[in-house]
């Protein structure tokens, strides 16, 4: 079945500091992926998305690309803020499926 | 307006209450789903309907009852649950379609409801 696996967390970053979390993905056909933030005591809140290979979503300051050869989808972000503290989830929408299928998240600490 | 909204943000109840969790969207998506979230792990779907109609229970004790009056509103009655259904709580809503032109289909989550079980 459909699966996305995220780096572990926590990952602790000083402001200003650049931003990778990693995700990759196993589907069949040609998924849409996602990435979600979750900010503490908070739903989530979609952040980018992508629909086919070699799509860069961006928002924010963040970007992805859709990696279809490395089935990647790493979240990049040149300078995080202290602000940016929060969970992310790294996440795939099957062609045809309404489920969602989310990596175990991945927590984003940023000190001052 | 991307929102959906959920109600209550905190609820505490005794194993034997019986109580419902509201969610509601004005975005004309035709999909809404309930999702469960334990902390610091994903979400887990609970249920989806799609154009009203229940389409996927992902084998959910009776305890919890879903309801979808009209394609704006979703709710989930909760009845005799046990501690370890506390939990938020998370409805979301996408477009309703599943097949057809391929599009992202995002879904949109509410805040959620805090539910605490004594």
């Known amino acids: 079945g459909d699966s996305v696996t995220q780096m572990e967390g926590p990952v602790t970053l000083s402001e200003e500091a650049f931003l990778t979390i990693n995700c990759t993905y196993t589907?069949?056909?040609?998924?849409?992926l996602f990435w979600y933030v979750q900010y503490p005591g908070e739903g989530l809140q979609l952040l980018l998305k992508a629909t086919k290979a070699d799509d860069k979503g961006s928002n924010k300051g963040f970007e992805a690309t859709y990696r279809k050869e490395t089935t990647s989808f790493h979240l990049e972000k040149g300078s995080v803020q202290v602000s940016d503290s929060a969970v992310y989830f790294c996440a795939l929408r099957g062609a045809g499926f309404q489920k969602l299928v989310f990596g175990t998240g991945t927590r984003l600490l940023v000190s001052p | 307006d991307t929102e959906v909204t959920q109600t209550p943000k905190h609820l505490v109840m005794g194993m034997t209450n019986k109580k419902s969790l509201k969610c509601e969207q004005h975005?004309?998506?035709?999909?809404m789903y309930w999702y469960k979230q334990k902390a610091k792990k994903p979400p887990e779907l609970m249920f989806v309907y799609s154009y009203e109609k229940l389409s996927i229970n992902e084998s959910v004790p009776s305890r919890f009852s879903p309801e979808c009056p009209n394609s704006s509103l979703l709710n989930l009655h909760l009845h005799a649950l046990q501690p370890e259904d506390s939990a938020l709580y998370l409805c979301a809503s996408s477009q309703g379609r599943t097949s057809g032109p391929r599009g992202s289909y995002e879904q949109y989550f509410g805040p959620g409801t805090r539910l605490t079980v004594t």
């Open positions: 975005m004309g998506h035709r999909a």
């Open positions: 589907a069949t056909g040609y998924p849409s």
